[in-house]
């Protein structure tokens, strides 16, 4: 795993100590905490060279400007926040900041004093995220320097703290990020499975491991449907964290790796196929930070993990199978797998009669088609949709609430078992999340499909080109508001 920036405290503005000092542009370049002081320093040149390279303090935007020595910094980054920035705004210009910032072994930044809710936090969690890279199959890597973030004079007693709690969240997202980026020929069911179960070990959580025997003494039908066609078998992870309070079960889809099966998909089309566990990754990365964190929930990790290949024994168009609470499925499109798979986990799930089961998913193209690459989808019963919808605001994950009209549901009708598992061409993503639901015995649920967000193919902000790790910080916001009561 890359080595996350340490963010310490630093001296005010005015008092120099690093080659590099980022500060908050309001909009129409509108000085923000420390802004002013290099204003003063610069003169009337750097507003003269802020309208030549277009700067206007919109959010996204950013400056880098040499000070040929005239302040106690050599490199001052403007990171603009626009006229009302909220919480998102300061962590986006906060790793904008970092991943602008030349090359340098520390940085000093202001926008944790600005007088937004959840600044600091803000500020230290953009600095962590933008600090990842993946070079682990790289021949060399590169020689950059991991800036040490310093908070400049004055910041709240309780900062560490926060810093703590930051960091922990963030060598979560690392790990997923870390997960997901891996080659798919070094990262089977069972290699992930150990690699989930060593972190989460460590975190104090209880771990069960499903191997494919136990899957089928279990009845988990539609893991071992979807696994059938690999040499490398299928897995089922189990954590459950040490925690008391509030029971929340995670579910994840783990397809680590996904040709379609004997529905195979066309080539351009498997070339990122390696993300399909993103899911899996998400939840076992949340529950780890849960755990970590010392949250007053019960929290339960499920993680379905299966290679859909087109082997001998892979599984058929028109093969029926029996699912973990007895319902039976065909299979039509051994390409719509996902769901298969986690009709197994939401049902092991649902048992524990939770009081709120969530599970997360790159489960279809037609939910990116339909909210396209920034947003996941959500679905699910009304007060667990609503939960999920406010923990992600909060933690600035975009989701976009989607319906489950009950007519959809005749769309899953099969001839010869209780449902198909594809409703055909229209509204994919509600047919998809209707299958589910018949797996989680009524209990309070909530689907995020997050085919687009799982992944960015350009860095920006505090995300690195590849894996976002979407899905850890909303699930560890929904913990802890569940502990809130």
């Not at 197994?344 to 009081?355: K, N, V, Y």
Request: hydrophobic content about 40%.
């Amino acid at each position: 795993m890359t080595r996350l920036p340490d963010i310490g405290s630093a001296a005010a503005v005015s008092d120099g100590g690093a080659p590099v000092l980022v500060v908050p542009m309001g909009a129409d370049r509108e000085p923000g905490p420390g802004a002013a002081y290099v204003l003063d320093r610069l003169g009337s040149w750097l507003g003269e060279h802020l309208e030549g390279v277009g700067f206007s303090g919109k959010p996204g935007e950013v400056a880098v400007v040499p000070t040929a020595g005239a302040i106690g910094y050599r490199w001052v980054v403007m990171v603009g926040v626009g006229d009302d920035p909220d919480h998102e705004t300061v962590r986006r210009a906060a790793g904008a900041g970092y991943r602008a910032a030349p090359r340098a072994g520390r940085l000093v930044t202001t926008l944790h004093q600005l007088s937004v809710p959840g600044a600091l936090a803000a500020t230290v969690e953009g600095s962590l995220l933008a600090g990842y890279r993946y070079e682990d199959y790289r021949s060399k890597p590169s020689d950059r320097p991991v800036p040490e973030v310093g908070l400049a004079a004055p910041v709240p007693s309780d900062w560490t703290e926060t810093v703590e709690r930051c960091r922990i969240v963030a060598e979560a997202v690392y790990a997923v990020r870390d997960w997901v980026n891996q080659p798919p020929q070094d990262q089977g069911p069972a290699d992930l499975a150990a690699m989930m179960s060593a972190m989460a070990t460590q975190a104090g959580m209880t771990v069960e491991i499903w191997d494919e025997k136990q899957l089928t003494d279990e009845g988990m039908g539609g893991i071992m449907s979807v696994g059938r066609g690999s040499h490398r078998p299928p897995r089922l992870v189990r954590f459950i964290g040490p925690g008391e309070g509030p029971r929340l079960t995670l579910a994840g889809k783990g397809i680590t790796f996904d040709s379609g099966g004997l529905s195979l998909k066309p080539a351009k089309n498997q070339e990122l196929m390696k993300v399909d566990m993103a899911g899996a990754a998400a939840v076992a990365g949340a529950g780890i930070a849960i755990s970590r964190l010392g949250l007053g929930v019960r929290v339960e990790v499920l993680a379905a993990l299966a290679e859909n290949m087109p082997g001998g024994g892979a599984s058929r168009p028109g093969d029926v199978f029996t699912a973990r609470n007895g319902k039976t499925v065909e299979v039509v499109n051994t390409d719509a797998e996902g769901r298969l798979v986690l009709a197994d986990a939401l049902s092991l799930g649902a048992e524990g009669s939770p009081d709120l089961l969530v599970d997360v998913a790159t489960l279809t193209g037609a939910t990116a088609v339909a909210v396209g690459l920034r947003y996941a989808g959500l679905y699910g019963t009304d007060d667990a949709r609503r939960m999920v919808a406010e923990a992600a605001k909060a933690a600035g994950e975009k989701v976009w609430p989607l319906p489950l009209p009950p007519e959809y549901r005749k769309l899953l009708d099969s001839p010869v078992a209780d449902m198909k598992n594809t409703g055909g061409r229209w509204g994919g993503g509600i047919t998809a999340a209707l299958l589910l639901q018949e797996f989680t015995a009524d209990v309070p649920w909530a689907h995020l499909d997050i085919p687009g967000p799982a992944k960015t193919k350009d860095a920006k902000h505090y995300l690195a080109a590849g894996a976002t790790g979407f899905g850890v910080r909303t699930l560890v916001e929904l913990a802890s508001r569940m502990a809130a009561g």
